[in-house]
């Protein structure tokens, strides 16, 4: 009998945290709606974030700028707090727990080139002298000449000897996907749809 | 304690007093029936031992190095480090705890392990599930979400492993032997209890946005609440008064140690997400939760710690001992630290780098992977009836861990701090806080490859051990060992 007793309160105690740090938050964000501040991926940005998944970019890049008064992230320009309306379409999350490199939320917003992002996922070093991000080959082909429609990275003759290299369509969406990561639209404090201010 | 603790101290007094000669029958029993599990189970957590560790020292050496091994996908720091956190967690950790837990319930039940065909299923198809999943991070397909990268099949398979060794185990609890459940069962029944629907819960996709990410803190954080933090509770409280002799300090103190632990370390998860786009009233319930871990955390270290130190020449001389007292005293250690990291004002500086990964480690490697070498150590050679073939390795394993973890720590917390300190003053640029811990993430990763060469020699010395080779030894590893340990 006491045998019960035992397991009934264990498992009580465990369900409890379950409700209370997951599910009631769960059940006041389901109330939350995008519309205004997240926009849905398209299948390129969509497949583009499987990418940033696969290769693990969360490890060192979070996607949640702090609040003003916690940290130097307004100071840097990171862009305002992040909200959960934000985040309405993110399944998994990516809002990381490290920041080796920056934050990426607003990172489209800060290096909207379609350049910069080629050349940085092919060597870091190239752009940020002592960076420690790995470089991303298998993203990239080395061709004789670009096929139509191809943008050909700007890199140095000694570094391609004739050829020239070219993002694959793996790299396409995920610099496609790095450029839709802008949270700078305002937040909408309406009362149905925000999440600031949830009743 | 008196009288109390002393009907609790010694986990297999006989049921009834019934001669030395009837113990010994059972003892012999129940040794046969848990030999072969837990050797299964221990040889697997040994080669995800190994195979985590270089995942581990490569993930980190790629911060010194960050072109080494980088031309190929598959070996991109961004695979390899959830393919380490996974391979130790349930792998190494999840095995050996597994099968070391095999072992204690035949001890602390005194009967016969039931059903072990189960177990034996279990160790297959755990093992299968850590192979597939492992693979397919490697290969690609992380579930993307940390601790639970593991895509659903490999998820699936791990369930089914846990649940056929729970099974076996509840069934041996049922036909137990004894009156009296001693405090390491409390968490070991526990354990049993929750880590299935904690694992379930966790892949079952049922949150999406930040009701994902609070569910994913949860689930991490409480996966060393329901399964790797009990079970070394679980080997401390058995082989610290085991091996000395001598009961645990006080029982009530175990009683009101168990039940704060189950009621206060469930909330903790979300001190992981502080000054995130979270619900600020959920947070702030896990800030107070992780403070009012300081209740178990106490009580367990007085009884652990009060009950060591009066023998402390005991602690020198056994292996057993020294391992799980190392272990012991990093468990108080990490949880006061973690008490205190889990307020805003830390927070703010030591969250998103490289400190969190150093507590993480003080919490799994120093403490949980210590004191289940301690607990390796004691129970091989009364499986194996064998004694260790070379004790000289065993000081080796010691030292380098010891040393290694030390290290790895000390260094991860020093340079995540600067880091830290260095991001949050927009003054500086963003590389400043890259830069200043290079020489720390070097220092870090000599930890890491001492670590990964003590465990190397401890997976060896198993090795031999199971083969029942190497020198043939008459007394304990360590001469002057104490009279207790002899006698199982």
């Given at each position: ?199 | ?40 189970y221990?040889?697997g957590a040994?080669v995800w031992l190994?195979v985590g ?29 959830p393919a380490h956190l996974n391979t130790v967690v349930y792998g190494w950790v999840s095995l050996a705890g597994a ?26 198809v755990w093992n299968l599930g850590l192979l597939l999943g492992t693979?397919?991070i ?9 601790w639970l990268e593991f895509?659903?099949?490999a998820a699936l398979l791990i369930a089914?492993g846990f ?32 880590f299935?629907?904690?694992y379930?819960?966790a892949n ?15 689930f991490a954080?409480?996966l060393?609440?329901?399964w790797v ?135 799994v ?124």
């Amino acid at each position: 009998m006491r045998v019960y007793v035992f397991i009934l309160g264990v498992l009580a105690t465990f369900l409890l945290g379950w409700i209370g740090i997951v599910g009631i938050p769960a059940a006041m964000l389901g109330r939350v709606a995008g519309e205004q501040e997240a926009k849905r991926y398209t299948a390129e940005q969509l497949h583009g974030r499987s990418i940033y998944i696969r290769e693990g970019c969360m490890y060192c890049h979070s996607q949640q700028p702090r609040a003003q008064g916690f940290g130097g992230d307004q100071q840097r320009l990171w862009g305002r707090a992040s909200v959960p309306a934000d985040y309405v379409y993110d399944r998994p999350h990516l809002l990381g727990t490290m920041r080796t490199g920056p934050d990426l939320f607003n990172i489209a917003a800060r290096q909207p080139s379609q350049v910069w992002h080629s050349l940085h996922l092919f060597n870091p070093r190239l752009i940020t002298p002592g960076s420690v991000m790995p470089r991303y080959p298998w993203l990239f082909a080395a061709k004789f000449s670009p096929a139509p429609g191809e943008t050909p990275l700007n890199l140095p003759d000694s570094l391609v000897r004739g050829n020239v290299v070219v993002l694959t369509d793996e790299g396409n969406d995920l610099v496609a996907y790095l450029l839709s990561l802008d949270h700078t639209t305002p937040i909408l404090m309406r009362r149905n749809d925000s999440t600031r201010t949830s009743q | 304690m008196g009288s109390v603790s002393d009907n609790f101290t010694t986990p297999i007094q006989p049921h009834h007093s019934s001669g030395a000669e009837h113990d010994e029958q059972i003892r012999i029993l129940i040794d046969e029936s848990v030999a072969a599990p837990t050797v299964a189970y221990l040889a697997g957590a040994m080669v995800w031992l190994v195979v985590g560790s270089l995942f581990g020292a490569l993930a980190s050496l790629k911060f010194n190095l960050p072109d080494l091994l980088s031309s190929q996908a598959i070996l991109t720091f961004g695979r390899i480090r959830p393919a380490h956190l996974n391979t130790v967690v349930y792998g190494w950790v999840s095995l050996a705890g597994a099968g070391v837990t095999v072992w204690l319930m035949g001890r602390l039940c005194r009967a016969p392990i039931q059903w072990t065909g189960l177990l034996y299923a279990s160790v297959v198809v755990w093992n299968l599930g850590l192979l597939l999943g492992t693979g397919l991070i490697l290969a690609g397909f992380s579930g993307g979400m940390e601790w639970l990268e593991f895509p659903l099949p490999a998820a699936l398979l791990i369930a089914t492993g846990f649940v056929l060794f729970a099974v076996s185990m509840f069934r041996t609890f049922m036909l137990r032997k004894v009156d009296h459940i001693y405090v390491s069962l409390w968490y070991i029944l526990a354990a049993l209890v929750w880590f299935p629907p904690l694992y379930i819960i966790a892949n079952a996709g049922l949150y999406q946005g930040v009701s994902e990410a609070a569910m994913n803190w949860w689930f991490a954080h409480n996966l060393l609440t329901v399964w790797v933090t009990p079970i070394g509770l679980a080997c401390a409280y058995y082989f610290i008064p085991k091996v000395i002799g001598r009961p645990i300090y006080s029982y009530y103190l175990g009683l009101l140690g168990f039940w704060t632990f189950a009621l206060f370390y469930n909330w903790n998860g979300l001190h992981h997400l502080v000054g995130g786009p979270i619900p600020t009233w959920a947070v702030s319930l896990s800030i107070v939760a992780s403070l009012l871990m300081f209740i178990p955390v106490i009580t367990v270290a007085i009884n652990h710690h009060l009950t060591a130190f009066r023998h402390l020449r005991m602690v020198k001389q056994s292996p057993t001992l020294r391992f799980v007292v190392f272990g012991a005293m990093c468990y108080t250690f990490v949880s006061v630290q973690g008490s205190l990291e889990a307020t805003r004002t830390m927070q703010e500086v030591v969250h998103f780098t490289h400190y969190t990964v150093a507590h993480a480690h003080l919490g799994v490697y120093a403490f949980a992977s210590m004191v289940l070498f301690g607990a390796v150590y004691y129970l091989m050679p009364r499986v194996m009836r064998w004694e260790w073939p070379y004790p000289g390795a065993i000081k080796v394993h010691f030292w380098t861990t010891s040393a290694g973890i030390a290290l790895y720590f000390l260094a991860g917390t020093a340079g995540g701090w600067l880091q830290g300190e260095a991001m949050i003053d927009a003054t500086q640029p963003f590389m400043n806080s890259v830069s200043v811990t290079l020489p720390y993430l070097w220092a870090r990763s000599a930890g890491g490859i001492l670590m990964t060469i003590g465990n190397v020699v401890f997976v060896w010395q198993f090795a031999v051990m199971v083969r029942r080779a190497g020198p043939l030894r008459f007394t304990s590893a360590w001469s002057r060992i104490t009279s207790h340990e002899d006698t199982p």
